[in-house]
């Protein structure tokens, strides 16, 4: 996989990220696990920009993940080995929550698009360097209290037209966050799975119901969107 290539290209950065969690031992193996997730879970769409740049915030969510689980296996085991932690996280909410995660960043870019360059400028630099104001500041001559004002700004208006899918991530009501598109693919994955009349094919069948109650509700939103306008 040649984008998979790419997003290793920044391997000394993943690991920098897992430390920052404070885990320093496994780092190179919570690495590698997120490398094996994204060639499962991830398309090319998922992971890397128009421009070829690596969102780094998408491979920072699965690290984070993956970090969160093992730390969940250590307490149950006193000593644990990431090989050991398997599978990370249940299949179907795993998916549904990169999916949702995906989403999020996506509807939060489509804002940031919105803006005048300036702003966009301020907030791509401190979202995607990690830099503190001050760095910024220094980096491109402008006053920590007008970067300061910009970036109050900038949240603001995400949290205004964002911040209701934002609120569903964070109590995990990834349905509502996922496109109609990630919803349709999801249903088709679940129909894959059913292969006779069994219990787990019931529930398969009851979560294929869900989304599609889903579908039906996100549709009659945009419709009533359109009606009102």
Known sequence: MKWLSKVAEHHEDYLRMVRSLGEDFLAEDIVQEMYIKLSKYCTPEKILRQNGTVNKSYVYFVLRN????????QKRH??????????MGV???YIQETEAYTSLIQRIDSEVETWHWYDQ??????RE????????????????SSIFQTLKYCKNEIRINVGEDYEDFMNEDYEHIMTEKDVKAE???????????THEDEETMQQIQELETIINKQNAKENNKKTNH
């Open 78 to 87: 006193n000593i644990v080995n990431i090989e050991d932690v398997k599978p």
């Open 66 to 73: 993956l970090f969160l689980d093992y730390k969940k296996e």
């Open 187 to 197: 249903i088709k994955r679940l129909q894959s799975k059913i292969k006779g009349d």
């Open 129 to 144: 360097t990690g830099w503190s104001i001050r760095k910024i500041s220094t980096a491109t001559r402008i006053s920590t």
């Open 121 to 126: 400028l301020m907030f791509t630099l401190y």
């Open 91 to 93: 299949e179907y909410d």
